[in-house]
């Protein structure tokens, strides 16, 4: 059949009208096997983006989905192309994942416009490999259909869920105060990983996977099917099938991925009880298709949505029982249902609107996907702090714990609000060398703040801000205390910190000014955090720190970590990459040279 659109691979294996740059391009991909009746047929060529391997073990599974993504693009009358992807893992990954997110980006768009790729298959999975390709996608802008490769199954220890990160934070308390052992603390780690997939908790995985589908990227239903489940190797083959129409359709990310898109997985972050690095994701992701998103915006569109799925962190249950109890489609219909989805005519991947597809997809099981008249918190969104040492940071409010709420804030006079001496920490070294000094003097009223662990500083940003408290008041039976930094916390933490500030101190922010014994007042209802210093004190602090070359951080320690350091932004503008989000459709503009 003769494709009506002229495709971008046309122009390296058909159109030439110079038999030897024809023949150059042409004659290597014949060594393994393809036919030059298949490469000049004129059939679309479709990428397979792929994020496995055995350094990525969450996403590793892709490799064996793979084939049946393969087999649905040949069914559909294209030809597959598999594309590695620079490995990102989330937890093996040193000195963190997230400053590979935009070297997996830079790469992934190398691939996808200098190479004869006509749509592409982006395999997702772990924290960063979901905006890396979503990133990459928005900026070549030839058609992409992202597919999850799938959360594990539930994790059990001793007969209760164990889940992925929340457990960690758990078996560290009982670390702490002396209730189990180095290998008991191993054990709880690993009965949290019971077969191939991502993080099973509410993560930044589970997360931004189910936010590529709510953004119009996948398959609806694709984000929650379990990776070891079959549903999840036939949704590859559906997957395959249909971007080899969407090239014959030429339906773009830039369709897709519109403003109104990324409005409905803000909702939708709220209501899952998404993690708070999806915003630096999905600011980063929009950036790169010329859209601006704020922290204000996630406030603004966000805070008032009430948390509908039971998951932990802020739940009790994990993602196979998720799955189970109807996935994200009954979490989406429920918020339909209630008129919050502020756009059900978004586009998707489909060729179909959002709210066609998911309205009435039934939840079968009220306890795990709530309505909205028993959702577990009214307010399941983010504030968006600002003040005096920082310009934005945010605050996930859903995870606040009857413990810290009673300690923090249900004071009569005032209820949301408290103040607190501060103790500072210059990364997540300097935390754990002093945290159980009880010669700090840190108590139940103080606050901890982690600086130098933003984009900059760390490089990358590291997943540091949630402290625990030392041990010695773990004992005492304080579990947390409150936490502000300019790194981030994993989102698999349940902890209700003040995260993402922006600037961050090595980038000229005022938590660079703070000393131990600072007082701190956090306001939730004016969204301030203040420090109690004059303006004038703050001024020459200021000027005292700029005079001796301004905040310090170790030096970087491989290329990648210096340039990196050179040309990034702050948290709040996505962490992109300066300059590198001018470059906009380049897949349909001129080909390269
Ligand atoms: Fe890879 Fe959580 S560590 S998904
Ligand atoms: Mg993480």
Redesign the pocket.
């Known amino acids: 059949m003769t494709d009506p659109r002229k495709l971008r691979s046309t122009s390296w294996f058909n159109d030439l009208g110079d038999p030897e740059m024809t023949a150059l391009y042409l004659e290597r991909y014949l060594n393994y096997g393809l036919t030059l009746q298949e490469l000049r047929s004129g059939k679309p060529i479709i990428g397979i983006a792929q994020t496995g391997s055995d350094l990525?073990?969450?996403?590793r599974h892709h490799i064996e989905l793979a084939r049946r993504t393969r087999d649905g693009i040949i069914a559909s009358g294209g030809i597959p192309l598999e594309i590695p992807v620079h490995p990102i893992?989330?937890?093996?990954k040193r000195p963190t994942?997230m400053l590979d997110r935009n070297l997996a980006y830079l790469g992934l768009v190398e691939s996808l416009y200098g190479y004869p790729i006509d749509g592409v298959v982006l395999t997702i999975?772990?924290?960063k490999?979901t905006p890396a390709l979503l990133m990459a996608a928005a900026t070549v802008n030839i058609p992409a259909i992202a597919f999850s490769v799938g959360?594990m199954l539930n994790g059990w220890h001793k007969g209760e869920r164990a889940g992925?990160?929340a457990v960690i934070w758990k078996a560290r308390e009982k670390y702490a105060a002396g209730e189990i052992d180095g290998a008991g603390f191993l054990e709880m780690a690993a009965a949290s990983a019971p077969s191939v997939?991502?993080?099973n908790?509410m993560?930044?995985?589970?997360t931004m996977n189910s936010l590529a589908e709510v953004l119009g990227m996948q398959l609806p239903g694709s984000a929650s099917i379990p990776a070891p489940y079959r549903e999840r190797g036939q949704m590859a083959y559906y997957t395959g099938c249909r971007i080899v129409d969407m090239v014959r359709e030429d339906l773009r990310p830039s369709q897709i991925m519109t403003r109104a898109a990324f409005e409905n997985a803000i909702v939708v972050n709220s209501a899952i009880g998404g993690s708070t690095n999806a915003p630096i994701h999905l600011v980063a992701i929009a950036r790169h298709l010329g859209i601006k998103l704020t922290n204000q915006d996630w406030e603004y569109l966000g805070y008032d949505v009430p948390l509908l799925a039971n998951v932990q962190p802020a739940g009790a249950y994990l993602s196979e029982d998720f799955h189970l109890a109807g996935g994200l489609p009954a979490v989406v219909a429920e918020l339909l249902r209630g008129g919050l989805i502020p756009h059900p005519g978004a586009l998707t991947v489909t060729g179909e609107t959002f709210g066609g597809l998911y309205a009435g997809a039934p939840c079968e099981n009220a306890d795990v996907i709530r309505s909205l008249d028993k959702a577990l918190t009214p307010h399941a969104g983010f504030l968006n702090m600002t003040g005096n040492l920082f310009d934005t940071a945010i605050m996930k409010t859903s995870v606040i714990t009857p413990d810290f709420r009673a300690r923090y804030l249900s004071n009569d006079t005032d209820p949301m609000a408290f103040e607190g001496p501060v103790f500072v920490f210059d990364g997540p070294e300097d935390f754990h060398r002093r945290i159980d000094d009880p010669s700090l003097g840190i108590t139940a009223d103080s606050i901890l703040v982690m600086r130098g662990a933003g984009p900059r500083g760390y490089p990358g940003g590291a997943e540091v801000v949630n402290m625990r408290p030392p041990s010695y008041l773990i004992k005492q039976g304080i579990r947390g205390l409150p936490c502000i930094g300019d790194g981030r916390q994993s989102?698999?933490s349940g902890s209700a910190s003040i995260l993402n500030a922006s600037p961050e101190a090595a980038a000229g922010g005022n938590l660079a000014i703070l000393r131990d014994g600072d007082r701190l007042r956090v306001d939730l209802n004016t969204r301030k955090v203040r420090l109690l210093v004059p303006e004038a004190e703050i001024a020459d602090r200021r000027a005292t720190l700029e005079a001796e070359g301004g905040y310090r951080v170790p030096e970087s320690q491989s290329p990648w970590q210096a340039i990196f350091r050179d040309r990034v932004r702050q948290f709040s503008d996505g962490m992109v990459l300066d300059g590198a989000d001018k470059f906009r459709d380049i897949g349909n503009k001129a080909l390269p040279r």
């Open positions: 990525s073990p969450c996403n893992q989330e937890t093996g994942a999975g772990c924290d490999t959360p992925s990160g997939g991502y993080c908790t993560g930044t995985a589970s989102g698999t």
